[in-house]
């Protein structure tokens, strides 16, 4: 059934509805835009700059009106490699054996990689 019949049919109905959005269509949505809830952010990622139109948190705390932002930009990839594979065991001499063996590898060497391949 059609979005629209279904909502034409709550509508005589009288159910109370409300369409729910793909996550897609947030960023263009006018009553997000308008009441603060999409926030732009920008950071870094593998040696480039991206920046992204993200829906904020949708609470308020007690009379502040300010949404949540962003306080630090993601993780690049791989970049708590060795922290994570402590947290889940592994001894120092396993870590090595995964870095040499190119299973895991730093992205130092992941943003090397890519400036030559760029030159």
Known sequence: MPLQEIL????????PYAPVG?????V????LAANGGLID???SALG?????CLPGLPMEFGDCRHRTV???QPPDISEHAKEVLVE?????????QLFEAGIVRAIVEKQA???ISRA
Do not use: F, N, T
Request: no cysteine; proline share 5%.
């Open 22 to 26: 793909h996550p897609d269509e947030l």
């Open 28 to 31: 263009h949505d006018p009553h």
């Open 48 to 52: 480039r700059q991206v920046s992204a």
């Open 8 to 15: 034409e049919r709550s509508e005589a109905a009288a159910i």
């Open 41 to 43: 952010v920008a950071w």
């Open 70 to 72: 962003l306080r630090r």
């Open 88 to 96: 889940a065991g592994y001894g120092a001499d396993e870590i090595a």
């Open 113 to 115: 990689e890519q400036k």
